[in-house]
């Protein structure tokens, strides 16, 4: 027969095992929870990691090198799309190994249509500040490289500019060769500002790795003088890209593609 003593020792057994069981239930929620907000803030902080240290304007990813100057929306935008659907045709995949031959006349006047589906975009070439840019923009504009190509990125946040040239549209094709750096001194170019109307090559962050993926500027940007200033906007293609630039651009986040569906239908290259 149990006695009174060997009982409460029991009872006494009992209550420590329940408690045992208690701390460690705990000990084993704690551990879960603990995992679960460590996963959660390393995703974010991978996240803002990548953002800050993708460089912008680069061909092999094409995220912008500047500072934000504002702070990024909180949501993504629902603007409605202001362009028309893109003209029947599919984009060219041709490469070449090397620059063609400069044979543009460096005294005479080119001018660079884009025709796109938000409206036509006028730029005047700087031929004699930009030779090699502007002869390959003629070559590759008369192969039609650009014909049906998506302009890819738009930078609404310490940058503002949209971002073309790429037939892949992932921010990484180009034209299998590249050009030397122009220009860069150009008198518009001041304390590191590309004005607005600019038009500009976009390269890796190194020297001379400028192929076909160009930008355009609809606001003043904070830049280094490291981008080919090639162009400038005409009056009725700055209201395209202000159009374009007003209707945002996907994630919300300052750096995505446009909401606006930018499709470069033709590209043509005159001379005057």
């Not at 702070?71 to 063609?100: H, I, L, N, R």
């Amino acid at each position: 027969m149990v006695t009174q003593e060997q009982r409460k020792r029991q009872l006494a057994r009992e209550k420590f095992l329940r408690q045992q069981q208690r701390r460690t239930s705990a000990r084993r929620k704690a551990r879960m929870r603990n995992s679960v907000i460590a996963s959660v803030l390393g995703v974010i902080v991978i996240g803002s990691v990548a953002l800050y240290t993708t460089g912008v304007l680069k061909d092999d990813d094409k995220k912008a090198n500047a500072s934000s100057q504002t702070s990024p929306s909180a949501a993504p935008s629902a603007a409605k799309d202001p362009c028309e659907k893109p003209a029947t045709g599919s984009v060219k995949t041709q490469t070449w190994k090397k620059e063609p031959a400069v044979t543009i006349d460096e005294s005479a006047k080119y001018t660079m249509t884009l025709s796109t589906t938000c409206g036509d975009i006028g730029i005047a070439l700087k031929a004699k500040a930009a030779p090699h840019t502007v002869n390959s923009f003629s070559f590759l504009a008369g192969k039609g490289f650009f014909d049906h190509t998506k302009c890819h990125r738009l930078t609404t946040n310490g940058i503002y500019v949209l971002q073309c040239g790429d037939p892949t549209g992932s921010g990484s094709g180009g034209p299998g060769y590249t050009i030397p750096d122009e220009n860069l001194k150009d008198a518009s170019l001041k304390a590191n500002v590309y004005p607005a109307g600019t038009v500009a090559m976009a390269n890796t962050g190194q020297a001379h790795t400028g192929g076909s993926q160009f930008f355009l500027v609809y606001q003043d940007s904070q830049l280094p003088p490291s981008y080919t200033p090639f162009g400038t906007l005409t009056a009725d293609g700055m209201k395209v890209l202000k159009k374009i630039a007003a209707a945002g651009e996907h994630t919300g986040a300052g750096d995505g593609a446009p909401n606006a569906t930018v499709v470069i239908n033709k590209a043509t290259v005159t001379k005057s």
